[in-house]
């Protein structure tokens, strides 16, 4: 599965998530902070295993 934060601090930011061979779904974020938690929460992702 790809995981993206898109986004920024005027607007929120979207966990995008894109299963491989499903649609994409996105949830929003008021804060960067709190998408990068979801992503561990739903996926156990780290915030050491994002790249840039």
Known sequence: M???IQGDRKSGYNLVKSPEGF???D???ETRQA???T???LFGVDVK???E
Do not use: P, R
Request: negative net charge; aromatic residues 16%; glycine residues 0%.
């Open 2 to 4: 790809k995981l993206e």
């Open 23 to 25: 649609f994409t779904a």
């Open 27 to 29: 949830s929003w974020h």
């Open 35 to 37: 998408a990068l938690e």
């Open 39 to 41: 992503a561990h929460e």
């Open 49 to 51: 295993d994002w790249t």
